[in-house]
């Protein structure tokens, strides 16, 4: 028998942190716009699509330009989800907007959305370093990975769905809805809260 685990406020990170994270990102990008550069673009892109589509980082790395849908309602095609399942992952029109401006920004042909060099797509550990590089700018805890923006991202959508497990297995691609319910310990933090505050 597996043992079960849960997530707790360790394991993802809290409005405040995400929006440290978003203020330096952000930062970068615009340093990287006034001088012409396109790593600090792509970075604020990474770290956004991240936090807005919870994607697992091997996702992100094998996600391809032809797999975007921007022009109705935003959404991505992951083609090499676990086990070799295929789903389809909606975002947020501020999302699709941050995508579009970073692929007209980009000088590169490459099909990959997140490439280095010329064409090649960005490794795994390509993207850790940059989710690293940016949680340090933002005084995050070092024990955080860029994994943390997948439970960050189901922490926030199980809450602003009402707490709907169904929705947040299709939009993370778990095979079993038992692997989403450890989301519902997310409700124990709440409640916690609530306690504290009577």
Do not use: P
């Not at 673009?41 to 936090?51: C, G, M, Q, T």
């Amino acid at each position: 028998m597996s043992k079960q685990w849960i997530i707790t406020t360790e394991k993802y990170l809290d409005q405040t942190e995400i929006a440290q994270l978003r203020k330096v990102t952000e930062k970068a990008k615009l340093y990287a716009q006034s001088h012409g550069r396109q790593r600090g673009v792509r970075d604020h892109a990474i770290i956004e699509l991240a936090l807005g589509t919870g994607l697992r980082v091997s996702e992100i790395s094998d996600l391809k330009v032809e797999d975007l849908h921007l022009r109705r309602e935003a959404s991505l095609i992951v083609r090499s989800g676990k086990g070799g399942k295929m789903r389809e992952v909606r975002f947020s029109s501020r999302l699709k907007d941050i995508i579009k401006d970073y692929l007209d920004y980009r000088d590169s042909n490459s099909e990959y959305v997140f490439y280095t060099g010329h064409s090649d797509k960005m490794s795994v550990s390509a993207l850790q370093q940059v989710f690293k590089k940016y949680a340090r700018e933002a005084g995050l805890l070092e024990k955080y990975s860029i994994h943390a923006c997948r439970h960050s991202y189901a922490v926030s959508l199980f809450a602003a769905s009402g707490y709907n497990l169904k929705l947040v297995q299709h939009q993370l691609g778990h095979a079993s809805i038992t692997t989403s319910s450890v989301y519902l310990s997310v409700q124990n933090e709440e409640l916690n809260a609530a306690v504290e505050k009577l």
